[in-house]
């Protein structure tokens, strides 16, 4: 594995630009880092620290920085689809061999997680183990995958809106942005029913669609977005219904999360702008060849963490309760004293999962092909970010009992969602044609 990186990190070309694959994996590290500080478990259960200090809910406004990621994924796919677009002659099936080549690296490693949970969780209801922290951990491992179900939305969604963006370049992003407006007007004023899920595609989107405006070097006046986007959202927050936190919150009536709002995208040309304008001293730092090695080593393992991290959190909990280790009151003294060897903890067992299924992350090359399907693909990728999506609502816990949750305006239970997941996976493989995934220098983007 140290061969590997440092191979791919002398190989790297000089034209790269390194700084956003900096962005990745430091956004990845940041929701990891925030999910493991936030989680307060007691004997009753499992709360969320902003929630027991809401003063801290200010915090989310640097720190909820997933927006970032996306961004850098608008930027790494619209160069992904251009250089496959170049290569590949007219009339190929491009859209599939691009959703493959995007999606080995991410799929993969997240149908073996949910594969691994789902037989845990059978297992565990079969023996009547689902109590206390046990079924509390099966209901919130699979939380993570919203974010895995928009990835793959914004990557099917990428031919088409680069399309657009290449035709009007900001009127696009504005368009997306004017229907994030739309849906919160039609949600808050006119209390339509299930609108508000809509803003999962506009305010995601209109994120994404940033990155593609910085492929082409078109975001300017970083600090123009960064001080608008700031100022809009406190205004929001100040006058309008949503609230302090830019992440989800238990028991709340609005979150600026699910399903996102206005104020949350707000929130994202915040820290677009302020990533960008950090952009010269981050190109300096990662030019250096010991944390250029660092950033090629997370980036290859970034995705495997990111899946498992809650997994170890719970297990360093569960761990502390069967040995009766006092869990001190969430914010207290001497919860804050116990806090970095918890995390700690929880960063060694992640590590420990992260060398037992990091190989799933790096699929092996496949030969030359010359099928593939666009339409097969297109209904692969939709059953997939479904079954993900509504994976990580209605969770592995009750999976005998048929628990259900609201996907969009559809009940949908666990074993539908896994079903949907796992077809959609085949598909979307299947579509692809053989043909093998894109490598592009040390992280497999752009």
Known sequence: MEARVRDLAAATPDTRDRYVDLLRVASLGVVVLGHWLMAAVTDDGVGNLLAVVPELQLLTWALQIMPVFFFVGGFSHALS??????????????????????????????????????????????????????????????????????????????????????????????????????????????????????NFVFVWLAVHQLGFLRADGRIRMPAALAGAGLLGAAALVAYGPYPLSMVGMPGEKVSNMAPPTLALLCHGLWLVGAVELLKNPGTRLVRRPRVWHAVVAANGLAM????????????????????????????????????????????????LLVATFRTFEHPKATGPGTGGSGPVAAVGITLCLLGVLGLSMVGFAGLLEGRSAMLIAVEVTAPTTVAMALIGWLLVERAGGGRPAVRDGATGGK
Do not use: N
């Not at 251009?82 to 995007?102: D, I, K, M, Q, T």
């Not at 059978?122 to 206390?132: R, T």
């Not at 509390?136 to 699979?142: I, N, S, Y």
């Open 304 to 351: 495997t963490a990111f899946l498992w991290h809650l997994t170890a959190m719970l297990g360093v909990y569960g761990a502390m309760l069967a040995l009766d280790i006092p869990l001190p009151e969430p914010a207290s003294a001497a919860w804050w004293v116990q806090t970095p060897i918890r995390i700690a903890l929880a960063a060694g067992i992640t590590a």
């Open 81 to 198: 689809y251009r250089s496959l677009r170049r290569r590949h002659p007219e009339g190929s099936p491009l859209y599939a061999v691009f959703l493959r080549a995007r999606l080995r690296r991410l799929l993969r490693p997240t149908v073996v997680f949910i594969l691994v949970w789902g037989v845990a969780a059978l297992i565990v209801q079969l023996l009547d183990g689902d109590g206390g922290l046990t079924g509390v951990a099966l209901r919130l491992v699979t939380q993570p995958l919203w974010f895995i179900g928009i990835y793959l939305a914004m990557v099917a969604f990428t031919p088409l809106l680069l399309k657009l963006h290449e035709r009007h370049g900001w009127t696009a992003f504005g368009a997306l942005v004017a229907g994030a407006a739309a849906v919160d007007v039609a949600r808050f004023a006119f209390d339509v029913p299930h609108i508000a899920f809509a």
